[in-house]
């Protein structure tokens, strides 16, 4: 590993200038679980890492009804799947938040450095997705917002400009009769990459037994983590039912478009996708029916 | 849970110490992290290795240039094949091995035959400038084809690794074999035969013939290799390292360096696993040669990428069965070509696999060719029974599918087939205890066996393992008498298991002590007598043979001490229940600890060493049996409950029985589940990591239930057998005839992936 200068500033404004100085060359730090790794492994060669953990803002995990759930950038995996209202609102991220690598890496790993990390296997990605999450952005020109399922931009690639942190990740409150999952497939039980992931959000009606509207995100897949729109959409006005199910489930297959790799095949990802959708759609709607 | 099964004791507490479960000696040490592993020397002065490694898997090497490295500050030296002494005195013959190849293995000299094969080494300051002072050494490389298994290296007309390697052909076990003269990636073919197959197969009732295959595997220890080298100028080389065998890297650095044993000590430090990966050193001669040059101590570890792609994994194999059985389950003959993939250089595990297959059944004609096969991967090294493992997945699934076919229990058809004592193996050998009967009684009889599976997609795998071992390498041990009546126990046999506190639970049992009593040491080449490296399940039986015979001189040079106290003769003492007893008056006593404060005044110290070189372990047996559930829509095998079973002879501390017994059960699992090296086509291994090398974690895993049975080892004091090895031979093909019967497939290729599980189900459904 090369000599780089590793700075902790305690502000968002200095943080911004000390990345905007150094352009690409510059890296943040956020729980380090991918950055070290990548460092270590020559993938990168930087000047400075800029550790965002001394920064208040971007430690804030807070909610209220008005404006949803806010996770700053450098708050780590266990504090969301810890948080009560996580645990009632956010059902698809408290699922992808609490298996994402070991317990130890949950320690350290955030859900913002797990988005910018924008592996296309990233777990958190398609459950924020799924609740229609929005990143909160500053750079040297300001503030700006951007949906989380236009932030990715290709393997290991996002949408930030020189001198850009991801400030927060905000979720809007889900209305009543919501419920997500996550699911994902491994080989083994824990620590491995998802050779395919899924994750789903439905909304029932009153009645309970009709979807308003569904959103379904896949992971694993393509260089990113992607929004089945067609195959969500499908699922608008339908009846929530096994049928519904397998439609939407086979119609998401269509939004993959996979690589082989020693991780998996390309039709065996698509298979996977369309059982884990059909499976993580199951649960979602039994979980928006237990309200 | 945990079951002992002794078959010959009779009476429970045979033994005063012997089959307890005393905390081991090295255990506080190493929970607190207060045991130095290889990589934790750290001296004034050091310096940092590095190696820098070829990204070809095949390819010439026309120039390397170091200049620019060198230039680099902080840079203290680089090294390349032309600093091994023995590279300048002897051209390389592969077929012959030794230390020529090794020395090559280290770093090559005119080719480079895998991803990963080291080609030079910096000494520097800090890890990180000799990391980069890598990156300029310019190497300039013809490319070569690459040729990636045994199907490209044996194919007509393929690329040669070796200009100057020739078949040898052998028709026995052992010895060099005939020179055919062909040039070949094939470097050796050995056929044994017994009866004549062809009529064996006309007796058949039913033939089934099959072709299994496996890939490479690692391994997998969790510490890397790691060595710190310090020659003095003009004097003697100093290598502390993570080995398993202290006397054998010796030799080797000898041989490479082209200097005398005696210049050289090499001191163990705690191993982090080996698994027969560590029997073989690759970094002590060139930190010796970096040491040399620069006049400073070298550290060098390996990272974890480079212990995968440059060190010896286990060989990917292919082997071919035909096996024919009468309707009553009688096998009337077995036909097996084994080719093992050797990697680099000659030496592949071919023949344990060929001895072993089916060496524990009773056929009377056996034809088997075994092929040693270079290709361009890492040269294999030993894992857990070298070669074992593969050749029982092709021949304990073979015989399940047979069982099958016949409406057998699997179980029945082996015990139907089994060898005794006196029958003789297709090596020609009659067998003394095989086990295999004793086992698979008592596997029949357990409660797993016949269990409900209870519910659909469900499958139960039973297979036996067979460990054919023969002849061990000899050990030495030291035992000091303390005046307090304790003993400190000095042996050369590196403790990669718990074998510290099961030899010196073996001399507390003969000396009437107790296990805390004994104090075992594991100590440099220069402290104690040559000893054979630690592999082969030799060490608690080689190694406990010979500290039971040093403890035997120490009743007998003590027994003196008394008698001269007593004014009687020696042979008028008897040692009893650790007390000594003078026989013409037997209210003359003394107990260990009393004689032992009287040393100083009879005589002074007593220090007994003793050397053992009979060897013969003898063979082993082990089986196991899985449950498990087969996702039908994901391929994911989730194993419901496994049990393992081992014939120990006498457990000597049963906890570290049960962890030999546990932990090859894992191994196997992840062999035949997950692992292996996914190579690109250019011969990349593209997995070369903890996260991508699939190995079992302990949420993969249910409780592995353990069931020692103890049929005493007659050529042992205490009756003895090895646990090192054997449990990992019946996991691979126990898991595959679970699978299997799962999923109504056939599983014939590991590992048997979930995506392996998909595609042949898929290929049931779409043929139905």
């Given at each position: 590993?090369?000599?780089?200068e590793y700075?902790?500033?305690?502000?968002?404004?200095?943080?911004?200038?000390l990345?905007?100085?150094?352009?690409?060359?510059?890296?943040?730090?956020?729980?380090?679980t991918?950055?070290?790794?990548?460092?270590?492994?020559?993938?990168f060669?930087?000047d400075?890492?800029?550790?965002?953990?001394k920064?208040?803002?971007?430690?804030?995990l807070?909610?209220?009804?008005a404006?949803?759930l806010?996770?700053?950038?450098?708050?780590?995996?266990y504090?969301?799947?810890?948080?009560?209202t996580?645990?009632?609102?956010?059902?698809?991220?408290f699922?992808?938040a609490?298996?994402?690598?070991?317990?130890?890496?949950q320690?350290?790993a955030?859900?913002?450095g797990?988005l910018c990390?924008?592996?296309?296997?990233?777990?958190?990605?398609?459950?924020?997705?799924?609740?229609?999450a929005?990143a909160?952005?500053a750079?040297p020109?300001g503030r700006?917002?951007i949906?989380?399922?236009?932030?990715?931009a290709g393997?290991?690639?996002?949408v930030?400009?020189?001198?850009e942190?991801?400030?927060a990740?905000?979720i809007?409150?889900?209305?009543p009769n919501?419920?997500a999952?996550?699911?994902?497939?491994?080989?083994?039980?824990?620590?491995d990459?998802?050779?395919?992931?899924?994750?789903?959000?439905v909304?029932?009606?009153?009645s309970?037994?009709?979807?308003?509207?569904?959103?379904?995100?896949?992971?694993?897949?393509?260089?990113?983590p992607?929004?089945?729109?067609?195959?969500?959409?499908?699922?608008t006005?339908?009846?929530?039912n096994?049928?519904s199910?397998?439609?939407a489930?086979e119609?998401?297959?269509a939004?993959?478009?996979?690589i082989?790799?020693?991780?998996?095949?390309?039709?065996?990802?698509?298979?996977?996708v369309g059982?884990?959708?059909?499976?993580?759609?199951r649960?979602?709607?039994s979980?928006?029916r237990?309200? | 849970?945990?079951t002992?099964?002794?078959?010959?004791a009779?009476?429970?507490?045979?033994?005063?110490?012997?089959?307890?479960?005393?905390?081991?000696?090295?255990g506080?040490?190493?929970?607190?992290g207060?045991?130095?592993?290889?990589?934790?020397?750290?001296?004034?002065?050091?310096?940092?290795?590095?190696?820098?490694?070829?990204?070809?898997?095949?390819?010439?090497?026309r120039?390397?240039d170091?200049?620019?490295?060198?230039?680099?500050?902080?840079v203290?030296?680089?090294?390349?094949?032309?600093?091994?002494?023995?590279?300048?005195?002897?051209?390389?013959?592969?077929?012959?091995?030794?230390?020529?190849?090794?020395?090559?293995?280290?770093?090559a000299d005119k080719?480079?035959l895998?991803?990963?094969h080291?080609?030079?080494?910096?000494?520097?300051?800090s890890?990180?400038?000799?990391?980069e002072a890598l990156a300029?050494?310019?190497?300039?490389?013809?490319?070569?084809?690459?040729?990636l298994?045994?199907?490209?290296?044996?194919?007509?007309g393929?690329?040669?690794?070796?200009?100057?390697?020739?078949?040898?052909?052998?028709?026995?076990?052992?010895?060099a074999?005939?020179?055919t003269?062909?040039?070949?990636?094939?470097?050796?073919?050995?056929?044994?035969?017994?009866?004549?197959v062809?009529?064996g197969?006309?007796?058949?009732?039913?033939?089934?013939?099959?072709?299994?295959n496996?890939?490479?595997?690692?391994?997998?220890?969790?510490e890397p290799?790691?060595c710190?080298?310090q020659w003095?100028?003009?004097g003697r080389?100093?290598?502390?390292?993570s080995?398993?065998?202290?006397f054998?890297?010796?030799?080797?650095?000898?041989?490479i360096?082209?200097?005398?044993e005696?210049?050289?000590?090499?001191?163990?430090?705690?191993?982090?696993?080996?698994f027969?990966?560590k029997?073989?050193?690759?970094?002590e001669?060139v930190?010796?040669?970096?040491?040399?040059?620069?006049?400073?101590?070298?550290k060098?570890?390996?990272?974890?990428?480079?212990?995968f792609?440059?060190?010896?994994?286990?060989?990917?194999?292919?082997?071919?069965?035909?096996?024919g059985?009468?309707?009553d389950g009688?096998?009337?003959?077995?036909q097996?070509?084994m080719?093992?993939?050797a990697?680099a250089?000659?030496?592949?595990?071919?023949?344990g696999?060929?001895?072993?297959?089916?060496?524990?059944?009773?056929i009377?004609?056996?034809?088997?060719?075994?092929?040693?096969?270079?290709?361009?991967k890492p040269?294999?090294?030993?894992?857990?029974?070298?070669?074992h493992?593969?050749a029982a997945?092709?021949?304990e699934?073979?015989?399940?599918e047979?069982?099958?076919?016949?409406?057998m229990d699997?179980m029945?058809?082996?015990?139907?087939?089994?060898?005794m004592?006196?029958?003789?193996?297709?090596t020609?050998?009659?067998?003394?205890?095989?086990?295999?009967?004793?086992?698979?009684?008592?596997?029949k009889a357990?409660?797993?066996?016949?269990?409900?599976l209870?519910g659909?997609n469900?499958?139960?795998?039973?297979?036996?393992?067979?460990?054919?071992?023969?002849?061990?390498?000899?050990?030495s041990?030291?035992?000091?008498?303390?005046?307090?009546?304790?003993?400190?126990?000095?042996?050369?046999?590196m403790d990669?298991?718990?074998t510290?506190?099961?030899?010196?639970?073996?001399?507390?049992?003969?000396?009437?002590?107790?296990?805390?009593e004994?104090?075992p040491?594991?100590?440099?080449?220069?402290?104690?007598?040559w000893?054979?490296?630690?592999?082969?399940?030799?060490?608690?039986?080689?190694?406990?043979?010979?500290?039971?015979?040093a403890?035997?001189l120490?009743?007998?040079?003590?027994?003196?001490?008394?008698?001269r106290l007593?004014?009687?003769?020696?042979?008028?003492v008897?040692?009893?229940?650790?007390?000594?007893?003078?026989?013409?008056?037997t209210?003359?006593?003394?107990?260990f600890k009393?004689?032992?404060?009287?040393?100083?005044?009879t005589?002074?110290p007593?220090?007994?060493?003793?050397m053992?070189?009979?060897?013969?372990?003898?063979?082993?047996l082990?089986g196991n049996?899985?449950?498990?559930e087969?996702?039908?829509?994901?391929?994911?095998?989730d194993?419901?409950?496994?049990?393992v079973f081992l014939?120990?002879?006498?457990?000597?501390?049963?906890?570290?029985?049960?962890?030999q017994?546990q932990?090859?059960?894992?191994?196997?699992?992840?062999?035949?589940l997950?692992?292996e090296?996914f190579f690109?086509?250019?011969?990349?291994?593209?997995?070369?990591?903890?996260?991508?090398y699939?190995?079992?974690t302990?949420?993969?895993?249910p409780?592995?239930?353990?069931?020692?049975?103890?049929?005493?080892?007659?050529?042992?004091?205490?009756?003895l057998?090895g646990?090192?090895?054997h449990?990992?031979?019946?996991p691979?093909?126990?898991?595959?005839?679970?699978?299997?019967?799962?999923?109504?497939?056939?599983?014939?290729?590991?590992?048997?992936?979930?995506?392996?599980?998909?595609?042949?189900?898929?290929?049931?459904?779409?043929?139905?």
């Amino acid at each position: 590993m090369q000599e780089f200068e590793y700075v902790a500033p305690a502000n968002l404004e200095d943080a911004i200038r000390l990345m905007a100085e150094k352009g690409p060359r510059a890296k943040a730090l956020a729980g380090g679980t991918d950055i070290l790794i990548q460092l270590r492994g020559g993938r990168f060669q930087i000047d400075r890492l800029v550790d965002i953990k001394k920064i208040p803002e971007l430690n804030e995990l807070s909610f209220s009804e008005a404006n949803g759930l806010t996770v700053g950038a450098a708050v780590e995996c266990y504090r969301v799947y810890e948080d009560q209202t996580v645990q009632k609102l956010y059902p698809g991220l408290f699922d992808s938040a609490s298996l994402i690598g070991g317990i130890q890496i949950q320690g350290r790993a955030t859900v913002g450095g797990n988005l910018c990390n924008a592996a296309p296997s990233g777990d958190n990605i398609p459950s924020l997705i799924v609740q229609e999450a929005v990143a909160i952005v500053a750079g040297p020109n300001g503030r700006r917002n951007i949906s989380v399922e236009d932030f990715c931009a290709g393997p290991g690639r996002n949408v930030l400009q020189e001198g850009e942190l991801l400030v927060a990740i905000h979720i809007p409150t889900p209305k009543p009769n919501f419920g997500a999952h996550f699911l994902r497939f491994i080989p083994r039980n824990e620590m491995d990459i998802a050779i395919a992931n899924s994750a789903v959000s439905v909304l029932l009606d009153d009645s309970k037994q009709h979807i308003v509207s569904a959103r379904i995100a896949i992971g694993s897949v393509a260089p990113t983590p992607v929004f089945a729109r067609e195959a969500s959409a499908l699922l608008t006005g339908k009846e929530a039912n096994e049928a519904s199910i397998e439609e939407a489930a086979e119609a998401t297959k269509a939004a993959a478009s996979p690589i082989n790799d020693m991780r998996g095949t390309i039709d065996q990802r698509i298979h996977l996708v369309g059982v884990l959708t059909k499976r993580a759609l199951r649960t979602a709607i039994s979980r928006a029916r237990e309200g | 849970m945990t079951t002992t099964i002794d078959k010959t004791a009779g009476t429970p507490g045979k033994y005063k110490v012997l089959g307890t479960r005393p905390v081991r000696h090295d255990g506080i040490e190493k929970v607190t992290g207060a045991a130095r592993y290889g990589a934790d020397m750290n001296m004034p002065e050091m310096l940092h290795g590095k190696i820098l490694r070829s990204p070809h898997a095949h390819a010439r090497i026309r120039s390397i240039d170091t200049s620019k490295a060198e230039a680099l500050p902080g840079v203290m030296a680089v090294a390349t094949s032309k600093d091994l002494p023995i590279i300048q005195a002897r051209e390389l013959n592969p077929g012959q091995g030794g230390p020529r190849l090794l020395a090559e293995n280290d770093l090559a000299d005119k080719k480079v035959l895998y991803k990963g094969h080291a080609v030079a080494a910096v000494a520097a300051t800090s890890p990180h400038i000799a990391e980069e002072a890598l990156a300029l050494i310019a190497v300039d490389y013809e490319v070569l084809p690459t040729v990636l298994g045994w199907r490209e290296a044996m194919k007509e007309g393929a690329t040669l690794l070796h200009d100057n390697l020739t078949e040898k052909f052998s028709a026995t076990r052992g010895g060099a074999g005939e020179d055919t003269g062909n040039k070949s990636n094939v470097a050796s073919h050995l056929q044994l035969k017994m009866g004549n197959v062809e009529q064996g197969f006309k007796e058949a009732d039913t033939i089934l013939e099959r072709e299994y295959n496996t890939q490479t595997i690692h391994q997998g220890y969790i510490e890397p290799f790691a060595c710190t080298a310090q020659w003095i100028p003009e004097g003697r080389l100093t290598i502390w390292t993570s080995t398993q065998g202290i006397f054998g890297v010796r030799g080797n650095v000898a041989a490479i360096l082209n200097i005398p044993e005696s210049m050289i000590k090499i001191v163990p430090m705690e191993i982090g696993g080996g698994f027969g990966g560590k029997g073989t050193g690759y970094l002590e001669p060139v930190a010796a040669v970096l040491s040399k040059k620069t006049g400073h101590p070298i550290k060098m570890v390996m990272s974890r990428k480079e212990v995968f792609e440059g060190t010896g994994p286990s060989s990917g194999t292919s082997i071919t069965v035909k096996i024919g059985a009468k309707k009553d389950g009688t096998i009337t003959a077995a036909q097996l070509g084994m080719i093992y993939e050797a990697g680099a250089y000659p030496g592949s595990p071919m023949v344990g696999g060929v001895t072993s297959a089916v060496s524990a059944y009773k056929i009377d004609n056996v034809l088997i060719d075994g092929y040693d096969v270079v290709c361009n991967k890492p040269k294999t090294a030993a894992y857990r029974a070298p070669g074992h493992p593969q050749a029982a997945f092709a021949a304990e699934s073979a015989l399940d599918e047979l069982a099958d076919m016949l409406g057998m229990d699997p179980m029945d058809l082996r015990l139907k087939n089994v060898a005794m004592e006196g029958d003789r193996a297709v090596t020609g050998v009659p067998h003394a205890h095989v086990g295999l009967k004793e086992v698979m009684d008592v596997m029949k009889a357990h409660p797993h066996y016949t269990a409900p599976l209870g519910g659909p997609n469900r499958g139960r795998g039973v297979a036996t393992g067979y460990r054919l071992n023969g002849g061990g390498s000899g050990s030495s041990a030291t035992i000091n008498v303390l005046a307090n009546g304790t003993v400190n126990l000095t042996t050369g046999s590196m403790d990669l298991s718990g074998t510290r506190v099961a030899i010196a639970m073996q001399v507390a049992e003969t000396l009437g002590l107790t296990a805390e009593e004994v104090t075992p040491q594991v100590v440099d080449t220069d402290s104690v007598g040559w000893t054979g490296g630690s592999g082969g399940s030799r060490i608690t039986f080689d190694t406990g043979r010979a500290s039971i015979a040093a403890a035997q001189l120490v009743i007998e040079q003590m027994g003196a001490r008394a008698a001269r106290l007593w004014e009687v003769q020696p042979e008028d003492v008897e040692f009893v229940d650790g007390i000594f007893i003078c026989t013409k008056n037997t209210d003359d006593k003394f107990t260990f600890k009393e004689l032992a404060g009287k040393l100083m005044t009879t005589g002074g110290p007593v220090t007994c060493s003793a050397m053992d070189t009979q060897g013969g372990v003898g063979g082993a047996l082990a089986g196991n049996i899985f449950d498990v559930e087969v996702d039908p829509e994901t391929g994911k095998v989730d194993i419901l409950r496994s049990t393992v079973f081992l014939d120990i002879g006498q457990a000597a501390h049963p906890s570290y029985v049960e962890g030999q017994m546990q932990g090859g059960t894992l191994q196997g699992i992840g062999w035949a589940l997950n692992e292996e090296y996914f190579f690109t086509p250019e011969g990349v291994m593209a997995n070369s990591s903890l996260l991508d090398y699939r190995m079992p974690t302990s949420l993969d895993l249910p409780m592995i239930d353990t069931v020692i049975i103890e049929y005493a080892n007659p050529r042992h004091p205490y009756g003895l057998r090895g646990a090192g090895e054997h449990p990992i031979i019946a996991p691979l093909p126990a898991m595959a005839n679970a699978v299997s019967r799962a999923i109504g497939v056939r599983m014939a290729t590991l590992p048997i992936s979930p995506g392996a599980i998909l595609e042949a189900i898929e290929k049931k459904n779409t043929n139905k």
